[in-house]
């Protein structure tokens, strides 16, 4: 276990507790916020905050025994918490400590008397706020003045700096070397200068009111992560000029920035997030190297062109999204695309087709939902095989899927509150669908256009307000999993007139569907016929060549008479039912 080192006040196990938690929850972050507190008697879900915190955390039921000289031969061994001047001449001559020094600086005006310290091999933790709740810095006491003290400072493992009303950390300016560097919500710094001479792997910079440049700091040219969050004052972002590589690149709530200035090198970048930057109009200054895993942009209101993100030499991303972003009028940035993992747009609304993606031909899931004036897919007409999904979602200005011209193959296709499309028209191509999916397309009055698919497996037409029939559909002899449900002007099954066998079938809440014309050909239903629900449905005639089913579910067809069920039950071999009931009435022939 690692050694901690205590001093007497009347708060301090629960100050111990505290800054252990604020690193801890710093460490364990995503980008969204940073946890300032751990109130007294809360617990700690310890597996989400990395390998040894319960070590870090724990003390004797008694209380820690207090070292009245904890560092006789200048090097304190294990952790040591200050937060009293008291606490900082205990340490006096200290030179090198080898876990982490926690300082609560409510109660001090600085650090002087820490002038001796050198090297500190973990993390230095400085808060000055018991607000948990507290990010922007305000709340911060006005006691603590300076970071004098620390001048010797040469060498931290992590350097965390939060809550605090300081306006300069140039009393840093001896610090040679660090890997981490944290700072939330200090409100009155202006720029990073003092930490001139430390190039950090990864940079954590959070909620800075007036923070104008990144002068002073220096970026690792192949970092872990450089995370620029809330720095609404922020200017441009010189400072990571020498960026070559990161894992992790976000830029969010940088209200001042106009465009990416600052970064001169290309980058080649993992994951990048560029989000809710309230003025950022272009990418300009970015300038991409190599294929990013994941892209996001999102909640750029002014942002109207997404130039830059992929590099010519390299046209493949792991993950594309674009959301929330209303000034984009066109794709043109992404001429170069030719493969993605997955493409997500949403609500975009000054896209009106996919003009831009002129060379992608391969797509895993292609996303587009609540676009609310997108028209067609035109500018989409390279994508030859979309081996997941197309999702068309909340799509009212939709009029045509023309676009598509390439297309040999899509796992599944779902067409949904598409209200101005009227029938399916734009797949000109030989398509094999693995699963079709049209559902809430008020406006569509046909299935006409699906007639090139040549193999589909499964198919679900649900809640569509305007479709009478099934006609258009492709002519397949077999599908797996069929779903007819709530379709209120459904009036008959033509367009599976094909149909042979089928693995389930499901008819219902059609509510003016009277009989079943276009099944006349299927045979058998291997699993599953269920027929519930259909408020006209008076006949079962149409199975006539239905000879096997493997479980019979039909009730609650109020006009559907029972010797129609009896009919099928003796027509059929059944398996099981689980349920067949009819009502009063005359049969057919």
């Known amino acids: 276990m690692r050694q901690r080192t205590a001093f007497p006040c009347g708060s301090g196990r629960w100050l111990q507790l505290w800054v252990v938690a604020v690193c801890a929850g710093w460490f364990g972050c995503g980008i969204t916020g940073l946890p300032l507190a751990a109130p007294a008697g809360s617990s700690n879900d310890a597996g989400s905050r990395g390998p040894g915190l319960d070590a870090r955390l724990a003390t004797p039921d008694a209380g820690p025994s207090i070292d009245p000289n904890p560092c006789a031969n200048g090097t304190l061994v294990g952790d040591v918490t200050i937060q009293t001047v008291a606490d900082i001449a205990r340490l006096k001559g200290c030179v090198h400590v080898t876990g982490d020094v926690y300082i609560h600086a409510s109660a001090l005006r600085d650090l002087r008397g820490l002038e001796a310290l050198r090297v500190i091999d973990g993390v230095l933790s400085i808060a000055a706020s018991n607000d948990s709740s507290d990010t922007s810095g305000l709340a911060a006491p006005v006691d603590f003045e300076s970071l004098a003290g620390l001048e010797g400072l040469q060498s931290v493992g992590t350097l965390a700096l939060s809550t605090l009303p300081i306006t300069t950390l140039r009393e840093l300016s001896g610090l040679q070397s660090g890997a981490t560097l944290m700072i939330d919500a200090l409100p009155a710094l202006r720029d990073l200068s003092g930490l001139d001479k430390v190039s950090w792997d990864t940079v954590r910079l959070l909620q800075f009111l007036g923070l104008q440049t990144l002068d002073g700091l220096h970026v690792s040219a192949s970092a872990t992560e450089v995370t620029l969050m809330g720095l609404i004052s922020l200017r441009n972002l010189a400072g990571l000029q020498g960026l070559s590589m990161v894992d992790q690149l976000t830029i969010s709530g940088c209200d001042a920035l106009r465009d990416l200035s600052g970064l001169r090198a290309a980058v080649s970048v993992g994951a990048l997030t560029i989000e809710a930057n309230a003025h ?310």
């Open 280 to 589: 950022l109009r272009t990418l300009d200054g970015l300038a991409l190297r190599g294929s990013a895993q994941t892209i996001s942009l999102a909640h750029d209101p002014e942002l109207t062109n997404i130039a830059v993100l992929i590099d010519p030499s390299a046209p493949r991303i792991g993950s594309l999204r674009l959301r929330d972003l209303p000034a984009l009028k066109d794709l043109s940035g992404l001429q170069d695309l030719q493969e993605a993992g997955s493409f997500f747009i949403e609500n975009c609304p000054g896209l009106t087709d996919l003009s831009g993606l002129t060379r992608l031909k391969t797509v895993g899931q292609l996303e587009l939902r609540q676009c609310a004036n997108l028209q067609n897919l035109q500018g989409a007409a390279a994508i030859e095989s979309i081996t997941m999904e197309l999702d068309l979602v909340d799509v009212p200005a939709l009029t045509s899927l023309q676009g598509l011209t390439k297309l040999k193959h899509v796992a599944r296709l779902a067409i949904s509150k598409a209200s101005a499309l009227q029938d399916l028209v734009g797949l000109e191509g030989q398509v094999v669908v693995g699963t079709l999916e049209v559902s809430e397309d008020n406006g569509l009055q046909t299935l006409r256009g699906l007639e090139n698919i040549l193999e589909l497996n499964d198919l679900t037409i649900d809640s569509n307000a305007l479709l009478q029939n099934l006609l258009g559909l492709p002519a397949v002899d077999h599908l797996g999993a069929v779903y007819l449900t709530r379709n209120p002007q459904l009036s008959d099954l033509r367009g599976l007139t094909a149909l042979r066998t089928v693995d389930k079938l499901f008819i219902g809440s059609n509510a003016l569907l009277t009989g079943l014309a276009g099944v006349e050909s299927l045979r058998s239903v291997s699993m599953v016929l269920e027929i519930t629900d259909n408020d006209s449905l008076a006949s079962l005639r149409a199975f006539a060549a239905l000879d096997h089913v493997g479980l019979l579910d039909v009730v609650h067809n109020p006009r559907l008479p029972q010797c129609e069920v009896d009919w099928l039950t003796q027509q059929v071999h059944l398996a099981t039912s689980t349920g067949v009931n009819g009502f009063q009435g005359t049969c057919g022939p």
